[in-house]
């Protein structure tokens, strides 16, 4: 009885979860490997997950565009480090940051959760 309720309970959740193909994106997915291998997450954090000393860039591309991006990418701050990025290297993380940008908002207060557990976003 409980493998059935756990089955059943699993489609439940599972049916509605849209599978985008598109999400496989290579050039972003290049970008995205740019960004573990640079630990971008130890400063930086998507959807309010990572690191607090620099800013949430879930929305970044959205709000400052993509000529923003290059710019700290390329001369880093004060406290950003210049990670000596090729041109290839940027674009990349630029179209992992504008596919993050797709596919949400990073405020918290937008969501809401669901009976079952997961949470939609307005």
């Not at 059935?4 to 979860?17: A, G, Q």
């Not at 985008?20 to 290049?30: M, P, R």
Request: charged fraction near 15%; aromatic fraction near 14%.
């Amino acid at each position: 009885m409980l493998c059935i309720s756990y089955f059943t309970y699993s489609v439940c959740i599972y049916k509605d979860i849209s599978h985008n193909t598109d999400i496989n994106n290579s050039f972003a997915d290049q970008g995205k490997k740019i960004w573990q291998k640079n630990n971008c997450t130890a400063c930086h954090q998507i959807y309010q997950l990572g690191g607090y000393l620099g800013p949430d860039l879930t929305n970044t591309y959205s709000l400052k565009g993509p000529e923003y991006i290059k710019a700290f990418l390329k001369n880093g701050t004060q406290v950003m480090p210049d990670f000596n990025l090729t041109q290839y290297e940027m674009d990349a993380l630029t179209a992992y940051l504008k596919q993050i940008d797709d596919t949400g908002v990073s405020d918290p207060r937008s969501f809401t959760v669901l009976n079952n557990g997961t949470t939609y976003q307005k």
